[in-house]
């Protein structure tokens, strides 16, 4: 068994698509008047949302997109109040299990910590990791990780839902078991990956403890 588990966020722990694209619309069209399409936001990903206000609105000062922004997805989640069915029974038996549970997501300090707090996570998690305005940052946080906790390659491994989500934990050497389970999940590019893939969130249960 891990010593540690790293989870992923958005589309791991919760469907919360549904709650970060309508925030950016919503945003862009406070300050522009125009309705982007979600292609435009997703390209921005990888980044942390202070980056993805940087590059959608660069004309507009980013305290004052970030203020917008973050009252819309704050609103938002009020749809989205619960995680994925059978996440929290993971959480707390891999917790009863003695393992540790972190989180490395590219989101920022405050839609991370509005997202915890709303799906009812928060406290579940140490350390937690987040994003970057500039860049993708998760191989360097899994790396951190492995260095803060003096784990080796093979005591720790992620749980994510994308494919960067593979190619960060494969830079870092580390394992990704791939959350599938989401309906943003695309099967057929993490087949192509070769991912060691998991329909179900009891499934992934079954493999991390059965």
């Given amino acids: ?10 589309g791991t722990l919760a469907d919360t698509f549904p709650v970060i694209l309508p925030a950016f619309r ?3 069209q406070h300050f522009t008047g125009r309705t982007i399409h979600d292609q435009e936001i997703l390209a921005t990903f990888g980044k942390n949302e202070q980056g993805m206000l940087q590059e959608l609105l660069p004309e507009v000062p980013l305290a004052t997109a970030s203020a ?5 997805y ?4 009020e749809n989205l109040q619960q995680p ?4 929290r029974s993971l959480l707390d038996d891999l917790r009863a299990h003695g393992v540790g549970l972190t989180l490395i997501t590219g989101k920022g300090q405050r839609s991370c910590d509005i997202s915890l707090t709303m799906l009812g996570l928060t406290g579940y998690f140490e350390p937690i990791l987040v994003g ?11 790396k951190r ?15 994510g839902d994308a494919v960067t989500d593979i190619q960060a934990a494969q830079a870092a050497g580390i394992h990704c078991y791939s959350a599938a389970w989401a309906p943003s999940a695309q099967p057929a590019q993490l087949g ?14 079954d493999a991390l403890l059965g």
């Fill in 26 to 28: 919503q945003t862009v």
């Fill in 84 to 87: 994925f069915p059978g996440v």
């Fill in 74 to 77: 704050q609103r938002a989640h």
């Fill in 145 to 159: 990780l492995l260095a803060a906790q003096n784990l080796a390659p093979s005591e720790l491994a992620y749980v």
């Fill in 1 to 10: 068994m891990r010593r540690m588990i790293s989870f992923d966020l958005d």
């Fill in 192 to 205: 192509a990956m070769h991912a060691d893939m998991y329909a179900t969130v009891s499934a992934l249960q």
């Fill in 132 to 142: 970057s305005p500039a860049h993708d940052v998760k191989t360097a946080n899994l």
């Fill in 68 to 72: 917008v922004f973050y009252q819309a």
